[in-house]
C-alpha cells in the first residue's frame, strides 16, 4: 500500500534509497545510526529534503560514528548548529549525541544496536506491534515519537509497510527476509 512506491522508483533523489535501502535489512552500526538520525532530522520536513542533506550529515555526524558522536562536546554542539549542510535544530542535535550514547550502551547490554532491535522484535510470542516499539525506544532514546519510530523500523524490515505486495523491490527483500517476515505467522 506504500505510496512511496508509486513516487521514489526513477525519480533522482528517491529512487536510490527505495531500490537498495528502503525496507532492506541491516546490521551495520553506523547504518543504523545513520537511520536513526534522517528519520529524527525528517521530522517537520520532507524525506526529500534529507535524502538532499545526507551528505552534510555524514560529514557533520563524523560518518555517524557512534563513538564520536557520543563523545561530542559543546564545540561539537555549535559546529552543528552552524552547519548549513544538516538541519539545525538543537533539539535534534541533542539527540543525536544522546542516542549515539545509548546505542554505544547496547554494546555491552545486547551486543549492539542490531542485537538488541532483534532481542525486542517479538513480544509474548508475536512481532512486536508500532506502538509496542515506541514505548520501549522511548525509555532509552530521545525524539523518538511514533512516525520517527515507525519510518525507522519500516525502512530496516522490523516493521511491514515499506513497499508494496507487487512493487519488484518487496520481492528482493523477501529472498533474504526481514524481521517482519520472519515473525510473520
Avoid at 564520536?68 to 539545525?88: N, Q
Avoid at 555491552?108 to 525506544?137: I, Y
Wanted: charged content about 25%; overall charge neutral.
Amino acid at each position: 500500500m506504500s505510496a512511496y512506491c508509486d513516487i521514489a522508483p526513477s525519480h533522482p533523489v528517491h529512487g536510490p534509497y527505495h531500490d537498495h535501502e528502503y525496507g532492506f535489512p541491516t546490521r551495520d552500526e553506523s547504518a543504523l545510526f545513520e537511520r536513526l538520525i534522517l528519520e529524527i532530522n525528517q521530522a517537520g520536513l520532507s524525506w526529500e529534503t534529507i535524502l538532499k542533506k545526507r551528505e552534510g550529515f555524514r560529514r557533520a555526524y563524523d560518518g555517524f560514528d557512534v563513538d564520536i558522536v557520543a563523545a561530542y562536546g559543546e564545540r561539537d554542539r555549535t559546529r552543528l548548529l552552524a552547519d548549513a549542510g544538516i538541519i539545525r535544530n538543537r533539539l535534534k542535535i541533542e539527540a543525536a549525541i544522546h542516542n549515539a550514547g545509548v546505542i554505544r550502551g547496547l554494546r555491552d547490554s545486547h551486543g549492539g544496536f542490531a542485537d538488541w532491535l532483534d532481542a525486542h522484535a517479538r513480544v509474548d510470542g508475536k512481532a512486536r506491534d508500532k506502538a509496542a516499539w515506541v514505548k520501549l525506544f522511548k525509555t532509552s532514546f530521545r525524539f523518538t515519537g511514533g512516525e520517527i519510530v515507525g519510518e525507522f523500523l519500516m525502512s530496516l524490515g522490523y516493521l511491514p509497510g515499506a513497499h508494496r505486495a507487487d512493487c519488484p523491490v518487496q520481492a528482493r527483500i523477501a529472498a533474504d527476509p526481514p524481521m517482519w517476515m520472519r515473525l510473520s505467522p
